[in-house]
């Protein structure tokens, strides 16, 4: 068997109606799959007004808001439309991106039909509850979790870090290796736009400290607001650049009234924006990645970042950025205030991250995961057993 066998049925609760980094990885991997000659059908929820265009064939299925968080959905169900499609499509692996409701429902499929299936892990879901005064139920999300992850027939994680901590949880026996790559052609030294930065108010010789990505508070920023506050009580001189949007953005610009918000950019807006930044500061610990830690080091950027999975893959302590203790304010600040004043560390670990962002190509991790594809599904025909964890109360 080889790629252009492939029929792959994946599922994910969020394809393309919201983007975020994940879902921008599930694309490129469709895309690539595509051109390498497999077969792939995506089934997830759909809306009128898409964040972006799918790659690849989407199929809707049936899903409501999440209560608080209206721009997402959640799928509770294949229902017949969708079991149709699949028995006519007729898929020799599953892939599922998320373990909500879809994801069991899935899983259950490929169990009753007797298929492999793998999953991606995108985002530390079991961090989230913390970020909303409910921290108590972290044990109950690692546990449900575990349920899922153990009737799969694999799972894949983004970064090494990421993958011990999944195989330290007891999530899988078998955790691969799913990267990120960059489009050098977007983030790279040379977006940098004085020009831009002027006209948001920022001088050259300020020294731009920025944020990328939704404005929601798993990001982490009640850290990031009082580290700056922190840096801005130590008199250092800085400005605060922030790229996104999303529902908390009313609680952030409160929080850091002197910061500049430049609203969502994407492509090659995006990558001017990082390039015109300083450094990049990311405290958040729910990334499994980061993605815009990467794009970041690609663009010339050091990184200050907390000390958690994805982070401690990409970024080198003291080379190209720091490696803070999560919620570490003293330290975070500590480390921004030593790059706002000196232009040759900043430089310095820019050139350093800007080098290792070289190993990561997409096409070379996607091909990866296809070889994991292929990998599952020769020891399913070589005998092996599919995993024995029960299945959940519900069926589908």
């Not at 913390?130 to 575990?146: D, I, K, Q, T």
């Not at 807006?269 to 990334?287: I, K, Y």
């Not at 990409?314 to 921004?336: M, N, T």
Request: net charge positive; with cysteine; charged share 25%.
């Amino acid at each position: 068997m080889d790629v252009s066998d492939l029929r792959i049925a994946l599922f994910s609760g969020n394809y393309n109606y919201v983007r975020d980094g994940a879902n921008q990885a599930l694309n490129r991997l469709v895309g690539y799959l595509l051109r390498q000659g497999a077969a792939v059908r995506v089934y997830a929820p759909v809306v009128d007004l898409p964040a972006f265009p799918p790659t690849g064939d989407l199929v809707g299925v049936p899903a409501i808001p999440i209560p608080g968080r209206s721009e997402y959905r959640a799928p509770y169900m294949l229902g017949p439309r969708v079991k149709r499609d699949l028995k006519r499509f007729n898929p020799n692996l599953i892939h599922v991106a998320s373990p909500e409701m879809l994801g069991h429902r899935a899983v259950n499929y490929a169990r009753r039909k007797n298929k492999p299936v793998i999953a991606s892990v995108h985002t530390r879901f079991e961090t989230y509850p913390r970020y909303y005064g409910l921290a108590f139920l972290e044990p109950l999300m690692v546990a449900m979790l575990r349920r899922f992850y153990q009737r799969c027939d694999a799972i894949f994680a983004p970064s090494e870090s990421m993958a011990q901590l999944l195989r330290d949880q007891r999530m899988s026996y078998d955790v691969g290796i799913w990267s990120r790559g960059i489009d050098q052609e977007i983030f790279n030294p040379g977006r940098r736009d004085l020009e831009w930065r002027r006209s948001l108010g920022i001088a050259d010789n300020e020294v731009a400290i920025g944020f990328v990505g939704r404005l929601v508070m798993e990001k982490g920023l009640d850290v990031y607001s009082d580290t700056i506050e922190r840096l801005a009580q130590r008199g250092v001189k800085h400005r605060v650049l922030i790229v996104g949007e999303g529902p908390a953005g009313e609680w952030f610009r409160n929080r850091l009234p002197d910061a500049v918000f430049a609203g969502f950019q994407a492509g090659p807006d995006l990558g001017r924006a990082v390039a015109s930044m300083d450094m990049l500061f990311n405290p958040s610990v729910t990334e499994t990645f980061g993605n815009v830690t990467l794009e970041a080091m690609a663009a010339g950027l050091p990184v200050i970042a907390a000390k958690a999975t994805g982070s401690q893959s990409l970024v080198s302590d003291k080379v190209s950025g720091r490696l803070v203790r999560p919620g570490a304010i003293e330290e975070f600040a500590d480390a921004l205030q030593y790059y706002c004043q000196s232009s040759g560390a900043r430089a310095s670990a820019g050139d350093a991250g800007q080098r290792a962002s070289n190993r990561y190509g997409w096409d070379a991790v996607n091909q990866a995961l296809v070889d994991g594809y292929l990998r599952v599904i020769r020891q399913r025909e070589a005998g092996s057993r599919a995993p024995r964890r029960s299945p959940l109360p519900y069926t589908d």
